[in-house]
């Protein structure tokens, strides 16, 4: 992979996140764009570094353009159930993530859940922050950092378990690892 591809896949990688924190895809460029800006470094040590300084930017920068929605999302959140929620149902006991969902699938179920719980979710599982950072980030007190986290765990399996069979075929569509928000996937 050439230094250039390697950029605009870490760029592609800020948006994403910051599209998934936000909901907004105007908001999410400019914010990946301007932390993005300054990715020219001498040793690739420093480089490795600076990138995950940026995702930590991403995720600040986004947190605060959303704060007021974020806010009330919490509103709703304290206000919710931990163990149901309307209009989601729990996915079966055996159920097991679909090979052939892909990472738009994942997009379209993250964006399902309420912005609180998706955002205690992305920090949490898929960023791999530590409950006491991401309730200091989300200015919650950790008995909400926990119910938020169970209640979009429980919707983003929900989500994909209502995802419909896709008529492509796993010859049809190559596999290939893909990394999204720090985790490792087989996708197409």
């Known amino acids: 992979m050439t230094i250039e591809n390697d950029t605009r896949n870490h760029v592609a990688d ?3 996140l910051a599209f998934l924190l936000t909901g907004h895809e105007d908001l999410s460029i400019e ?9 020219d470094y001498a040793s690739p040590f420093f480089s490795d570094w600076m990138r995950g ?9 986004a947190l605060t353009a959303i704060h007021d929605e974020l806010a009330d999302s919490a509103r709703r959140t304290q206000l919710a159930r ?11 006991r055996n159920w097991s993530l679909n090979p052939d969902t892909t990472k738009a699938d994942l997009q379209q ?8 719980p998706r955002a205690v979710l992305l920090l949490g599982v898929f960023e791999g922050m530590r409950m006491e950072d ?6 919650a007190d950790s008995a909400l950092i926990r119910k938020a ?9 929900a989500n994909l378990a209502g995802k419909p069979l896709t008529n492509i075929s796993s010859q049809e569509a190559p596999k290939k690892l893909c990394s999204w928000l720090r985790t490792t996937v087989v996708c197409h």
């Not at 991401?134 to 200015?139: G, S």
């Open 14 to 16: 800020l948006y994403w």
């Open 31 to 39: 914010i990946a764009s301007d932390t993005a800006v300054s990715g």
């Open 53 to 61: 300084w940026q995702r930590r930017l991403v995720i600040g920068r």
């Open 82 to 92: 931990a163990n149901s929620s309307a209009g989601s149902s729990v996915a079966p």
């Open 109 to 116: 179920a993250l964006l399902a859940i309420d912005l609180f």
């Open 134 to 139: 991401a309730a200091i980030l989300l200015k």
């Open 149 to 157: 986290q169970a209640i979009g765990l429980r919707e983003l399996t």
